[in-house]
């Protein structure tokens, strides 16, 4: 039996948003779409590539919950979120400077890498992201800020 035929990639929705992205990043470091106490708003996450090695930017919504910062995307093949599930650390620009986070991700309901994040396996933040992503098709990282910004 022949093999489905496949047809080459397109840039899809991947090429069109890197226009938009490098005119978005330098606004949201500056501080412009943050969010503001416990809010949702846009922050610029900036994490090693598992293959290069070099650093990747890549602006996202957010939702900001004192030290905790929550991402998501329903894009299962993310390389940001590959990314940072492999590096467990990463930087975000929130409220003007560049921040220091450990990561913990959420994948099709299962616990990519936690990074040492502080966040347990049985709390309850981590219980209903769990639930969350084993009935949807989204993804998610949790990033606890860490220390001072520098």
């Known amino acids: ?16 948003l890197q226009p938009v992205n490098a005119l978005l990043i330098p606004l949201i470091k500056a501080g ?3 969010p503001f106490g416990y809010a949702t708003g846009l922050t610029v996450l900036e994490v090693k590539g598992r293959k290069s090695g070099m650093p990747r930017s890549t602006p996202l919504t957010c939702l900001a919950l004192g030290s905790t910062v929550i991402v998501s995307t329903v894009r299962g093949n993310a390389q940001w979120l590959k ?21 913990t991700v959420f994948m099709a309901g299962d616990r990519l890498n936690n990074g040492g994040s502080p966040m347990s396996e049985e709390s309850e933040l981590s219980r209903l ?4 992503t084993r009935t949807s098709t989204i ?6 800020l860490r220390g001072s910004s520098g």
Do not use: C, D, H, Y
Not at 1 to 16: D, E
Not at 129 to 132: V, Y
């Open 129 to 132: 992201l769990r639930t969350l």
């Open 139 to 144: 993804n998610i990282a949790v990033l606890e």
């Open 32 to 34: 412009f779409g943050n």
């Open 83 to 103: 990314n940072l599930a492999a590096a467990g650390e990463a930087s975000i620009w929130l409220w003007g400077p560049r921040r220091p986070v450990q990561a």
């Open 1 to 16: 039996m022949a093999s489905p035929k496949r047809f080459p990639a397109s840039p899809g929705i991947v090429g069109l």
